[in-house]
């Protein structure tokens, strides 16, 4: 379907993230290795469209292959992280679509948390005010997660009369705050406060939000500053690992982690332990 395709699709053949991507939907700026993307609508609490949900799934299946970027920052504008999905733009039509355009849809809602969990970078969330539905789901699929006392968390599916399994939702939040916790939001749609999912395991910090954007530009320079190869093997494995028994991990573990023992990355590391100095990784 046309809705679904976004407007402007640079990165077919290549992909440079810092000069030859312009967004259409959100921001997007890349200083030095550091890609941030920052939802800005603010005036709707920065709900996502049908084109923006398109050029998201588009922009992290490019960055797979950027390899000027080593960390990616997702926030939004405005006070507010993502209120979800539109809902004149994208709830409205839903209700006069057919069924396989519906599954189109769905499947394409889907395809961006793949996106983003399978892009080789860390993807940080910075999460202010309102996270909701979709928005929520795009910083649970982000591998870390910074936000501030008054962030509001809701996995809302069911409020809007759908099942709270929606984009990975059943299998994602389980795995991040519990069975029992995630199964309370998913049936009731409530909102996890801050000190919840910070007492929870869903933030791993909450800032003031003056001091969000700075923690989050932060941390991305300490991750930036690491090993990209070896970023990308643990998350990897981390993705790859829910599903393997106890042994079957370790024995991966040991293949993947003699991969990265042929870096030159690891190489440096030794040579400036040695020297005492501070190791300077390249990604290679």
């Not at 910083?139 to 996995?155: E, I, M």
């Not at 795995?175 to 309370?184: D, F, K, L, N, Y």
Request: glycine share 8%.
């Amino acid at each position: 379907m046309k809705h679904f395709v976004a407007s402007n699709n640079p990165m077919r053949t290549q992909f440079d993230a810092k000069s030859k991507y312009a967004a259409n939907h959100f921001r997007y700026e890349c200083n030095d290795t550091i890609a941030t993307i920052t939802l800005n609508r603010p005036e709707r609490k920065n709900p996502l469209t049908f084109d923006s949900y398109a050029e998201l799934r588009d922009l992290f299946r490019a960055l797979n292959y950027a390899t000027d970027v080593k960390v990616i920052v997702i926030t939004g504008d405005g006070g507010n992280f993502c209120s979800g999905g539109d809902v004149h733009e994208i709830i409205g039509p839903l209700t006069k679509m057919t069924m396989p355009e519906l599954l189109e849809f769905t499947r394409m809602t889907g395809d961006l948390v793949k996106a983003i969990r399978h892009c080789p970078q860390p993807v940080l969330a910075a999460i202010d005010g309102v996270c909701a539905g979709a928005g929520a789901m795009i910083a649970l699929s982000a591998d870390l997660r910074l936000g501030t006392p008054r962030a509001k968390t809701a996995f809302l599916f069911s409020r809007v009369g759908l099942a709270g399994a929606d984009m990975g939702a059943c299998a994602l939040l389980p795995r991040m705050i519990g069975q029992g916790r995630a199964s309370e939001l998913l049936f009731t749609g409530r909102a996890m406060t801050a000190e919840e999912g910070a007492a929870w395991g869903f933030f791993n910090a909450l800032h003031a939000p003056e001091a969000l954007n700075t923690a989050a530009q932060t941390l991305a320079s300490e991750l930036a500053s690491g090993p990209s190869f070896g970023h990308a093997m643990t998350k990897n494995m981390l993705n790859q690992e829910w599903s393997m028994t106890i042994d079957m991990a370790i024995e991966a573990e040991a293949q993947a982690q003699a991969i990265c023992m042929k870096t030159e990355d690891f190489r440096r590391a030794y040579e400036a332990f040695a020297a005492k100095q501070k190791p300077v990784f390249k990604g290679d």
